[in-house]
């Protein structure tokens, strides 16, 4: 049996260097941009679209329709993370975009609730292939140094999307909301030659990728056994599943929440809910990013205080979300809940890297987005009863002790041995 050896990456044999790690980012940026906006844009939409599809003026049905895609996005994110690890991760992500954007081009034909309701679900099969791959991507291509402040970089792609899928009612009202799914889902075709052309694999060393091709279909699972045989990852995976019932929250009903509390339409309200979300999380992924990057260098717990830090604020914001009625209490509280969110964002990969090799990161992290998303779709579906009976603003305040329970369970038992994790082989 060949002995394992665990040991921090030193910053001359990590990673790519130059300008080219950099330029990942960016292009991944972009598709992170596309995921978020056409799975965003539906959330406010809604108005526009319940002239042609009656089904849609129940918040519960709506509820189901946003569901649909968080359950079959979560089942398939293990599975792709599985896939990621062993496949190029370059093809992946082109073929998950190319079809998530034809999904969004052919949501523009639908006629009836159930033609959205599977359109949905594929889309949920299409895009969960992207995160695990494209976040584990770019961990191998930047070190400890970097690697917060990339993600963090590429996080503001998913948060800019998701700012843009804003704008789904304002350019349906003036459009139509046909004409606006065939655009968005041409631009995602069109983006996807960009990445044939500038976008390349990267694995850490040619011994990791001998090691992955020699491997016997039997060890299809073993990175399932590495996980789940350390209680870290078990922590990991609580302490991200429940901030994500806030943030799938945020993400799905904040606007409705904002047209309600704010008595405006919701072709302003989606706007005003989305872009303060998105300019928040875009500050705090990037001052999340730079103080874990440089922290973890003095501490090798940095990155879990830089996220805690951040998880700390989505409580208060959580509690005056639910129970502001002006507009400063609400836009003020939307923003420190961004912001928070975003120093939790940016460092859920990094802390991964620092408990697990490069082999195992997209499955880690595909397990992760599962519970994640699982707890999203509870919530999307809970908070639309909720919004039928008039207890939106409820809801969302009464997440904030989850959270806090969250947040002692981390900072008590997530401690990182190493600032970047690997394991060598000697035959």
């Not at 598709?31 to 002239?51: E, F, G, I």
């Not at 993600?151 to 948060?159: A, D, N, S, V």
Request: hydrophobic letters at 50%; a positive charge; one cysteine or more.
């Amino acid at each position: 049996m060949s002995d394992i050896n665990i040991k921090s990456f030193s910053d001359t044999t990590q990673v790519g260097k130059g300008v080219y790690p950099w330029l990942v980012v960016g292009l991944l940026w972009g598709v992170a941009l596309l995921n978020y906006m056409d799975r965003q844009m539906l959330s406010t939409m809604k108005p526009s679209m319940m002239v042609d599809i009656h089904e849609l003026q129940s918040a519960t049905n709506f509820g189901y329709l946003m569901a649909i895609f968080l359950w079959i996005y979560g089942f398939m994110s293990p599975v792709s993370g599985i896939i990621a690890d062993r496949l190029n991760r370059k093809w992946l992500i082109v073929g998950s975009l190319i079809v998530w954007s034809g999904v969004t081009f052919m949501m523009g034909y639908a006629k009836t609730f159930d033609q959205l309701y599977w359109l949905r679900a594929l889309m949920g099969v299409s895009e969960a292939l992207y995160i695990p791959t494209g976040l584990s991507l770019i961990a191998d291509y930047h070190s400890s140094k970097t690697r917060s402040l990339a993600i963090g970089i590429h996080m503001t792609g998913l948060y800019m999307g998701q700012a843009l899928g804003g704008f789904g009612a304002t350019i349906a009202e003036r459009f139509s909301w046909q004409q606006t799914f065939h655009s968005f889902g041409l631009i995602g075709i069109i983006y996807a030659v960009v990445l044939i052309l500038f976008l390349r694999e990267k694995r850490n060393s040619e011994e990791k990728l001998n090691i992955h091709l020699s491997q016997p279909k039997s060890s299809l699972f073993k990175g399932l056994a590495v996980l789940f045989s350390n209680i870290a990852f078990w922590v990991i995976l609580f302490y991200f599943a429940v901030p994500s019932l806030p943030g799938w929250g945020v993400k799905n009903w904040l606007p409705t929440l904002f047209s309600e509390t704010l008595h405006i339409d919701m072709a302003k309200a989606g706007p005003y809910a989305t872009i303060t979300i998105a300019a928040s999380q875009f500050f705090g992924v990037i001052f999340g990013g730079l103080l874990s990057d440089r922290w973890v260098q003095k501490n090798i717990r940095g990155r879990v205080y830089t996220s805690a830090i951040g998880i700390t604020l989505t409580i208060p914001a959580l509690l005056l979300i639910g129970f502001g009625h002006t507009l400063l209490h609400v836009i003020g509280a939307a923003f420190c809940f961004g912001f928070g969110f975003g120093m939790f964002d940016a460092n859920n990969m990094p802390i991964l890297c620092q408990f697990f090799s490069s082999k195992y990161r997209a499955t880690a992290y595909g397990l992760m987005n599962m519970v994640g998303v699982f707890a999203g779709a509870w919530i999307t579906d809970l908070l639309g009863h909720s919004t039928d009976a008039g207890n939106l603003g409820k809801g969302f305040a009464m997440l904030a002790g989850i959270v806090l329970i969250a947040l002692i369970i981390q900072i008590s038992f997530l401690r990182p041995k190493v600032k970047d994790f690997i394991e060598t082989e000697n035959r």
